[in-house]
C-alpha cells in the first residue's frame, strides 16, 4: 500500500474510491497529460479532488447500496413469510426492529402519515448498517480492494460526507414538501416570515432567522452522523498505526464502545427526521 | 473529502429505498403483526369468558346439587311418613281384625252354650220325665204333658 509514513496511512485510508471526468489538457500524477476530457478512476487524492462535482466515490456508492439491499432482501423477505402465529428467528427481529420504529414515530410525530414510518424503518436500519461496517478492521477490505488493483478503499459510507449529505437532503426535500402540502404555499410563507416576531418591519430579519433554522436541519443532521463516523474512523486508524500486539487494548474497548455509538448515531438521525417532519406537518 | 455526484446518487438511493420499502416491506409486517396482535387478544377474550362460564356453570352444578339433596331429602322424608302411616294402618287393622275375631269367638260359643244348654234341658227334661215314669210307674204321655214340661225345661 501507498503508505510509507504515519501520515499517508492515514491520508490514504481517509481517500475514496473516485471515478469521475479530468479535464482536457490536466497532467495527471504520473506526469501524462490528458488529451481530452476522459471519465476515469483517480490515482491521487489531489486528481479526484480536482475532478471536482463530476466525479462519484464508487467505493461510497456501492457500500451504500449494498447495505441498503441488504436491509431491504432482510425486510422483505421477512415480510415474505409473516405469519400471525408464533415468530421466531429473522421475523423477532424484523418486528421488534418494527415496533421499535412505531414507537419512536407515536412519540416524535404527531400528525397521520403512512410514510414517515417506514421512512424512518429506512433511514434507521439503512445507517445502521451502515456504521456498522466501521467495525470491520480498517485494513481488511482495503487490502483486498488493493489487492485487485484499486487503489483507494473506504467502505463506510457514512464517514463520507456524501453519503450522509445524500440522506438528509432526502429529508430535508421531504421536510420542503410537507410543509408546502399541509400549510400551503401562503401557510409556509407566513411561517417563514411571521415568526418568531409578528410584525411587518421584521419580516426579512425573519425570514433570515426561519431559513437558516430550516437549513441547518439537513446540515446538522449530516454532519452529525458524519462527524461522529468520520471521528470514530480516524481513531480507529490510529490505533492501527501502533505495535501490532498493543493494538488490541485500545481497539477492543473502542469498539465496544462504537457498538453503542453506532446504534446510538442511526436513532439520532432516525428521531431527529421524525421530529422535523413532524413539525413540517404542523399547521399553526 | 470532496462533495460530488455520490451526493446525488445517494439521495437517488435513498428514495428508492424507502419507497420499496414503503410499499413492499412495511406494509405486511405490519399487518402480520396486527393480525397477531388481534388474535392474542382474541384468544384471551375467549379464555375470559371461557372462565366466566366455567364459573357459571360451577355455581349453576352446586344450585342444581343442592336442589337434588332437598328433594331427596323431601322424598326421604315423605317416605318414612308414609311407612309410619302404613305401620299405623296395619296395626289399627290388626287390632280390629283381632277383635272381630274376638267378638265371632265369643258369638260363637256363646251360641254353643246355648245349644249345649239346650241339649242339656232338653236330657234333664227327658230325664226328669223318665224319673217321673218310674215315680208314678206309668208312662207319662209326652204329649198329654208336654205343655208342662215345656214350662219345666224353661224353668231350669
Redesign the interface.
Known sequence: MAADTPVEYIKHH?Q?L?Y?KLPEGYERADGTLVDEATWTFARTAQE??D???????VD??GW??FM?IV??GL??Y???K????V?TGLQNV??MT??FI?GVVRDGFHARN??I???A??IFV?ILLMNCLKLIPVDYIPSIAHALGLEYFKIV?TT????T???S??VFLLIIFYSLKVKGIGGFTKELSMQPFNHWSLIPFNLFLEILVLIVKPISLALRLFGNMYAGEVVFILIALLPLWIQWTLNVPWAIFHILVVVLQAFIFTTLTVVYLSAAHEDH | ???????????I???I??W???K??????????E??QK?IADGLSAADRASRDLELAQEKASKEMHKAKEEAAALVDQANKRAAQIVEASKDDARKEGERLIEQARAEIQQERVQARDALRAEVAALAVAGAEKILETSVDAKAHSEMLEKLAAEL
Open positions: 481517509l475514496n473516485t469521475g479526484a479532488s475532478m471536482g462535482f463530476m466525479a462519484f466515490h461510497t456508492l451504500s447500496l441498503g436491509f431491504l425486510f422483505r421477512a415480510a415474505k409473516a405469519t400471525t402465529g415468530p424484523v418486528e418494527v415496533e412505531q403512512p410514510l414510518a417506514p421512512l424503518l429506512t439503512w459510507p463520507d460526507p456524501n453519503g449529505f445524500g440522506i437532503i432526502g | 473529502m470532496n462533495i460530488n455526484l455520490t451526493l446525488i446518487g445517494q439521495s438511493a435513498f428514495a429505498f424507502v420499496f420499502c414503503v413492499y416491506v412495511w406494509p405486511p409486517i405490519t399487518a402480520a403483526m393480525a397477531r388474535k
